[in-house]
């Protein structure tokens, strides 16, 4: 069955340095997420992208946060300068080619842990 | 106004028991209630989801029961086994005709089923 990929599974780096989350979404889906999960907390949304460009983002992306689809497979996240309250798992999801008025799944990768010291 | 509250936090049920689970929501422009479940160290996964022109969503042992007026939808999970132990979340969306609209999730609810 196919399935969302992420890399690293864990990622620590120290505060003021940039990382860069990596996901591969499903080969056939169009639209592309990041959430992310505060520990203990719930899952909030960052942003979405289709096209190749942002559809939505949250208050939380903000200018140092960036996606991009470098090629046909590969999603990502970098965050420029990280701080401490970064610290958090991060989730990729994707769905499939878009029908109006329905409602199609995103599916969720396993998910990096982000350690920000 | 984004926000959907989910209780409890946590819950113990025993096995063969129902386990029930609530959330209420303030946005009526949401029109897609999903249940996703977590198991540690994987990403959420969909379990059962329902549009708001029904009152209730059976997939086997698993129900959701929505409430339109109040603004509450619930799931209900029957006879239930050590494997459901997991950590719940319910959620939120809208549709639109652009394209899916971002997931506004609760703030889940541990479930551990006791033999």
């Known amino acids: 069955e196919p399935e969302v990929t992420q890399t690293p599974s864990h990622q620590v780096t120290q505060m003021g340095q940039e990382v860069i989350l990596r996901c591969v979404p499903i080969s056939n889906h169009l639209y592309f997420y990041w959430y992310r999960q505060i520990l203990g907390q719930k899952v909030e949304f960052l942003v979405s992208f289709y096209n190749n460009e942002i559809s939505e983002k949250s208050e939380i992306f903000d200018d140092q946060f960036s996606v991009e689809r470098p090629d046909g497979s590969n999603f990502t996240l970098k965050i420029r300068s990280t701080k401490l309250e970064d610290s958090a798992m991060y989730f990729c999801?994707?769905?499939?080619?878009?029908?109006?008025?329905?409602?199609?799944?995103?599916?969720f990768g396993p998910g990096t842990r982000l350690t920000v010291l | 106004q984004q926000q959907v509250k989910q209780s409890p936090q946590s819950l113990i049920v025993q096995k063969g028991g129902i386990s029930i689970i609530n959330c209420a929501y303030e946005?009526?422009?949401?029109?897609?209630f999903p249940w996703y479940q977590q198991f540690p160290g994987k990403g959420p996964a969909l379990l059962i989801a329902?549009?708001?022109?029904?009152s209730e969503k059976k997939e086997g042992r698993f129900t959701i029961s929505f409430n339109k007026s109040a603004k509450q939808f619930s799931l209900h999970i029957m006879d239930s086994q050590p494997g459901d132990s997991a950590t719940y979340f319910c959620?939120?969306?809208?549709?639109?005709?652009?394209?899916?609209?971002?997931?506004?999730f609760g703030t889940g609810t541990r479930l551990t089923i006791i033999p």
């Open positions: 329902i549009r708001p022109d029904v």
């Open positions: 946005n009526t422009a949401f029109d897609y």
């Open positions: 999801a994707s769905s499939e080619a878009f029908l109006a008025g329905l409602y199609n799944e995103q599916f």
């Open positions: 959620a939120a969306s809208g549709i639109s005709n652009f394209g899916n609209e971002k997931l506004t």
